[in-house]
Structure formats: C-alpha cells, structure tokens
C-alpha cells in the first residue's frame, strides 16, 4: 500500500466520519463518492477513474464490485491499522468541530464578567487567558498545534 493510497482511505474515513456526525452539503457528497469511488479503483489493478468512466453500465458494476471486495479484504487484513485511522479521523473531525464552533472571542472572558466560570483556563482560581499574547500556545489554539 503507498503513501497516496493511505492518503485518500485517509481521506475517504474522514468523509465517512463526518457523514456520522452531521449531514453532508452536496458538494461534500460529490467529493465524498469520488474519494470512495477512487478508494475502490486503487484495489483493481490496470484501471483508473478516467478509464472506469468510459466503461459500461456493467462493466463499472464489475469493476466496483471488484474494488470494494478488495477494499473490504484490506480492512480486515489491517485491523489495527483501519482502527487507528478511524480514530485518527475522529479526532481530525472534533479538532475541526472545536475550531469552527469556538465562541466569537479568541479570550475567555473575565470570570468577574463570567460568573459560571465560562472559559476558564487551567490554573489558579480565577486565572483566564484575558492577558495572554495571542501566540501563547500554553492554551492551544485552532492553527494545528
């Protein structure tokens, strides 16, 4: 297996991953099925998306059933493997969900402010991240780190 094909399965769990949590937009779907859908090529020798797609009705049927047998019998044959990347999209998907559904404010608010203690950084009591410089990874942040 290479690097790209780990790549797009990579690819096509995350698409999977999401589809569990949320309903896909249509542009998401159509990436999605083309992802599963070269997934699925890489495990027919000699075709690729762009010959599949001149093929017949039956013929692509055959050719889909051939590569999603052999895409199955990968997922078994590598059980720790599929798990870890399963994991690994979830955890991709709820770092994405955090970034994107964060609140509006980069700095938790003062809990003075805030008295149920929303935002409150690890620390002393009372200790928020209102005075820390923006580059300060102590408290994460939404850039890959």
Not at 56 to 61: H, M, Q, S
Not at 95 to 106: E, G, I, T, Y
Not at 113 to 136: C, F, L, M
């Amino acid at each position: 297996m290479t690097p790209e094909s780990l790549a797009l399965i990579a690819a096509y769990l995350m698409c999977s991953e999401t589809a569990e949590t949320r309903v896909l937009d249509r542009s998401e779907v159509e990436t999605c099925t083309s992802l599963y859908m070269e997934v699925k090529l890489g495990f027919v020798p000699d075709v690729d998306v762009e010959e599949y797609d001149t093929m017949t009705t039956t013929e692509r049927a055959e050719i889909n059933q051939q590569g999603y047998a052999g895409y199955v019998a990968w997922r078994v044959a590598n059980p720790e493997l599929v798990e870890q990347m399963e994991a690994d999209a979830v955890g991709q998907l709820a770092m994405v969900d955090h970034c994107v559904n964060r609140p509006s404010s980069d700095k938790s608010p003062d809990p003075a402010v805030s008295p149920d203690g929303w935002g409150q950084a690890v620390g002393d009591i009372g200790d928020t991240n209102a005075d820390v410089d923006p580059g300060d990874a102590t408290y994460g942040g939404c850039d890959g780190r």
